[in-house]
């Protein structure tokens, strides 16, 4: 194997451990950085990215930044937004050099995600076109869960792990246009849905590192692994075979 495949190799370890190990203290902005350089185009958000994520010690308050920064322009986004009637899709934008995914979610009227986690990567969520709500729910079972509500509502067993019956709501927040949410697993679960019977929504995802399986949660806690596909890539629908 050639020394430079082996050093790409390892750098792609480090910085995955880096940003996993980051999401035991991130929290999220609130809003841009006042002297971060502004992203101006959707293009521009993606070349910024990659500029970030070619350092194993990635700044991840920078990323959360660069997300805040852009502000929706549906000329450039548009071909991404594939839709289907009867589910929400995930469209991908940007696969990031392996370090990344940038996607497009397609929310159709009423549509929703069941209540899920992350594989313990970060999860930036910009809002597009239209409105969101987030529901957020303790992580059950979890160890050193940062929940705010874990003590109160949770029981522990004799070695130390949370003994969860059913799924704990801590939280609901509207997203609108331009807003960023964000949730890592340290935080909670979540589930996202559009409110409206009327009309679509569209965000914007960045979730780092990738990953291509997350568990699905039921309100009796049940948890089951999801693999996590791709409706289109780069604006083109995929086969089935290729999702």
Not at 21 to 38: F, H, I, R, S
Not at 109 to 132: P, T
Not at 137 to 164: A, C, F, L, M, V
Request: with cysteine; glycine share 4%.
């Amino acid at each position: 194997m050639a020394l430079s495949k082996i050093d790409t190799e390892i750098e792609q370890i480090d910085q995955e451990k880096y940003l996993r190990q980051a999401t035991n203290y991130y929290q999220a902005l609130e809003k841009p950085l006042k002297y971060g350089p502004v992203v101006e185009t959707l293009q521009d958000l993606i070349y910024a990215l990659h500029k970030e994520f070619e350092s194993n010690y990635v700044n991840i308050e920078m990323v959360n930044h660069l997300m805040l920064s852009y502000k929706s322009n549906p000329k450039e986004w548009k071909k991404y937004a594939k839709f289907d009637r009867y589910k929400y899709t995930r469209n991908l934008v940007d696969a990031g050099n392996g370090k990344f995914n940038l996607l497009i979610l397609c929310w159709g009227e009423g549509h929703g995600s069941a209540v899920h986690d992350h594989a313990d990567s970060h999860c930036f969520m910009k809002m597009l076109k239209g409105d969101l709500r987030e529901r957020r729910y303790e992580y059950p079972n979890r160890p050193n869960n940062n929940s705010n509500n874990n003590k109160q509502s949770s029981e522990k067993t004799h070695n130390g792990h949370i003994d969860d019956k059913e799924l704990v709501q801590i939280g609901e927040t509207p997203i609108a246009v331009n807003d960023v949410a964000y949730i890592n697993d340290n935080l909670g679960l979540h589930r996202v849905e559009n409110p409206s019977h009327s009309d679509t929504s569209v965000s914007l995802h960045l979730y780092c590192p990738p990953f291509d399986t997350c568990s699905v949660f039921q309100d009796n806690c049940k948890k089951t692994t999801s693999t996590v596909t791709f409706w289109s890539k780069y604006g083109v629908r995929t086969k089935l075979d290729d999702q």
